[in-house]
């Protein structure tokens, strides 16, 4: 089975950037579609972008189309979330995580493996 770790969060001012990444071992990340979650304190966990397997369709949550960008790179088994024009309604604990299911659903039911989270804070 694969297993995840995230890094690249942290504290950011108002329209600043981030990017999250996440990082795979283990089984082939190749094979699997990945997304990115979120959970804000005190709320349930929402789904934030996906992308297929080999990169070549993508999804996102309305809140954050035109200011995050998904990507990946199979040959180097990472994963990233570029987040620009941030707002402290972005705040909350960030999650990756893959799947070999139907990549249409993705943003809405468990996927397989999940990482331990990295959080960011957007705050002035």
């Known amino acids: 089975q694969v297993q995840l770790v995230e890094s690249g969060g942290g504290l950011v001012q108002p329209g600043g950037s981030l990017r999250l990444s996440c990082a795979a071992s283990?089984?082939?990340?190749?094979?699997?579609?990945m997304g990115w979650f979120r959970q804000a304190p005190g709320k349930e966990r929402e789904f934030v972008a996906a992308i297929i397997w080999n990169g070549i369709s993508t999804l996102y949550v309305d809140s954050v189309k035109g200011r995050f960008t998904i990507s990946r790179d199979n040959a180097k088994n990472m994963g990233y979330l570029e987040m620009n024009n941030l707002k402290p309604e972005d705040t909350a604990v960030y999650y990756c995580?893959?799947?070999?299911?139907?990549?249409?659903?993705?943003?809405?039911?468990?996927?397989?493996?999940w990482g331990q989270g990295t959080l960011v804070t957007v705050s002035a």
């Open positions: 283990g089984r082939t990340f190749g094979n699997y579609h």
């Open positions: 995580a893959v799947d070999r299911g139907l990549f249409a659903t993705i943003g809405s039911r468990a996927l397989e493996v």
